[in-house]
């Protein structure tokens, strides 16, 4: 069987870079392409050398269509607007495409679920395996637990540089707490806090969000009762762990029908989802 042909858009960045070492490292997929916006300083350089893996015979393009030719699948950790454009791509070309892009509008999941008709997608807000199963207590916890004696906070950390917020993995974490709950996060979320705000909303999940230095993500869901805390915690450490993430859910989803497909359901998961 020959190996997946996966291209990284954004390669030039961190998780790009990250995703090209962690690709030129694991059997079963190469590195078909790599993508980079007009402009960038690192187009023609060679993928492997930017990202610290040696040569791998790949240059940085910022032509799509050109590290598309012979490709199987699209890694996409970009922004909203460049994600739903590779997703129409990936419909045309009956491809895969993996998203760990955070910070989605309406817009853009609709177009994400359009696309999914014709390509095998897989959307998380977060890509680790120990997240995703953290997701899983967290719903169970949720629902063992009634609102009325227990309050849900979500608290996330990431670097300075991160860009939307709450993070995709706090909104990941906070939907499994409403499925628990079974309530709509969008009515029972609390976004912030300022000034004289009364007190806590019964059944709300609450959100707090810290940015600062080089943290690579740091989430914590809390389940707080009388007398006593329940704290579930993940702590990630190094991007690869989102790669090798990103990487296990496009084998996986070679496997699979068109269609649009979550973590939970690459790690046999979905009855959780």
Not at 26 to 50: F, H, N, P, T, W
Not at 62 to 91: K, M, V
Request: charged share 20%; proline share 1%; with cysteine.
């Amino acid at each position: 069987m020959k190996d997946l042909g996966l291209v990284v858009v954004g390669a030039g960045g961190r998780m790009g870079q990250t995703l090209i070492r962690v690709i030129a490292a694991m059997d079963g997929v190469r590195l078909a392409g790599a993508v980079e916006r007009q402009g960038s300083s690192d187009l023609g350089r060679d993928a492997g050398e930017i990202a610290g893996s040696g040569k791998l015979g790949v240059a940085l393009t910022d032509d799509l269509d050109t590290a598309l030719a012979g490709a199987d699948g699209i890694i996409d950790f970009t922004t909203p607007e460049a994600t739903s454009a590779f997703a129409a791509r990936a419909a045309a070309g009956g491809l895969i495409h993996i998203i760990g892009t955070t910070g989605c509008n309406e817009d853009v999941e609709r177009a994400i679920s359009q696309a999914a008709e014709k390509a095998r997608i897989v959307k998380s807000g977060n890509m680790s395996l120990g997240v995703n199963l953290l997701s899983v207590l967290v719903e169970d916890a949720a629902r063992a637990l009634e609102a009325a004696d227990w309050d849900i906070e979500v608290l996330e950390m990431h670097h300075r540089h991160k860009v939307d917020a709450p993070s995709g993995t706090a909104l990941l974490l906070a939907e499994a707490a409403a499925r628990g709950r079974a309530i709509d996060l969008a009515e029972k979320s609390v976004r912030v806090r300022d000034g004289h705000t009364g007190a806590r909303p019964l059944g709300t999940i609450g959100f707090a969000t810290l940015r600062g230095g080089s943290v690579v993500g740091e989430h914590a869901v809390l389940l707080a009762g009388e007398g006593e805390t329940i704290e579930l915690t993940h702590k990630a450490s190094d991007r690869a762990i989102f790669a090798r993430g990103a990487i296990k859910a496009a084998l996986w989803a070679s496997r699979q029908q068109p269609g649009l497909y979550s973590m939970l359901d690459v790690l046999g998961l979905a009855s959780h989802n």
